[in-house]
């Protein structure tokens, strides 16, 4: 079983004294990637164009100059041979962190994650684990051709012997990253490409780690809970600001940060808190993750509901092209809209014990 030859202390903000810089989440993707390779040694990288190019989005951009052709690794294009080599290395012991330029790309080497970076440590009954961190920007917004902007991450997630995770800030993007590359096991990590470069923010120059499976508190509140992840989670906190000055409707953002596993106790503490939940993702609606987190509230909380749960999220669709790709994605209207909706909805209880006979 593969250890990690160091240890970082998990930070949950950045410390008073600590040397920070001010990055964008694409930078802290870099940063990330070059503190893990200048700790272990046994950390490689490796994907199409990412050596002396840096990368089609300029995610590994300089480390190649930094560390050479050993550790930062121009491969064919070839997404099978590029998961498969991974695979290999880790199985060797070292701990590879292959890049897919597009997480559309992936679909070739689906086999290789299915078959067998996901099921090493069952095959070998815990003899062998997989520390691969499975790269990949993902998601619309950037009006990109077919194949560039889907979000599958309900493919993954759907996968036992995979962690799933998606950050939303700069500073989570390193962190959560960092933890990643730690993990004995395989963890795809999709970055949202549309908030590469909207923002800055505070980022601690050492290394730290975010725990994998934990969810973030965006926005405390008492009325809706909404949960999100990744590039949405700008317009869900920004709906929330506006809804709670126009309509005084107090929404408590929740940001998953990890789909797998999920952090189903946050996810219940919100949610039992206000009674009432809308969730948000730009994926299909149908058996994506807003589903999976209805079903919990449901299995959890039923008592303690409102409303219906409502979920606000892309189409059963292929992502259209640039001139709909607006139409197809949630956005601020569609997040308020449904969060009045659930708070104008109530469920008629019947008079009888254990809410047995509910309707609505």
Known sequence: MSETKYDLDNEP??????????????QAVRDGLDTALELDDDVVVLGQDIGKNGGVLSATDGLWEQYGDDRI?????????????????????MRPVPEMQFSGFTYPGYD???SHMSRFR?????????????????????????????????FYAHEAGLKV?????PYD?????????QDPDPVVFMEPKRVYRACRETVPESGYTIPLGEAAIRREGDDVAVFSYGAICQPVIRA?????????????????????????????????????????????RSVGLGGEIAATIQEHSFVQQKAPVERVTGFDTPVPLSALEDFYLPNEVRIREAVREVVQASWQHDECHNCRGVRF
């Not at 590029?82 to 290395?89: D, L, R």
């Not at 390193?174 to 590359?181: E, H, N, T």
């Not at 952090?263 to 994926?283: M, P």
């Open 112 to 114: 290789q994650i299915i």
């Open 240 to 284: 929330a600001e506006t809804l709670s000055e126009e309509a005084d409707i107090d929404c408590e953002v929740v940001d998953l940060r990890t789909v797998s596993p999920l952090d189903r106790e946050t996810i219940v503490d919100s949610f039992e808190k206000c009674g009432r939940a809308v969730v948000v993702h730009e994926a299909p």
């Open 173 to 181: 993007t390193k962190g959560l990253l960092l933890s990643a590359i």
């Open 73 to 93: 690794i121009d491969t064919p294009l070839a997404e099978s041979g590029i998961i498969g080599s991974a695979v290999g290395m880790a199985a060797m012991g």
């Open 122 to 154: 069952t095959r070998t009954r815990g003899q062998i684990t997989l520390p691969i961190t499975l790269r990949t920007p993902y998601g619309g917004g950037i009006r990109a051709p077919e194949h560039h902007s889907d979000s599958k991450e309900a």
């Open 165 to 169: 995770v998606i950050p939303s800030t």
């Open 13 to 26: 903000e950045p410390a008073a004294d600590a040397t920070t810089q001010q990055l964008t989440l694409v």
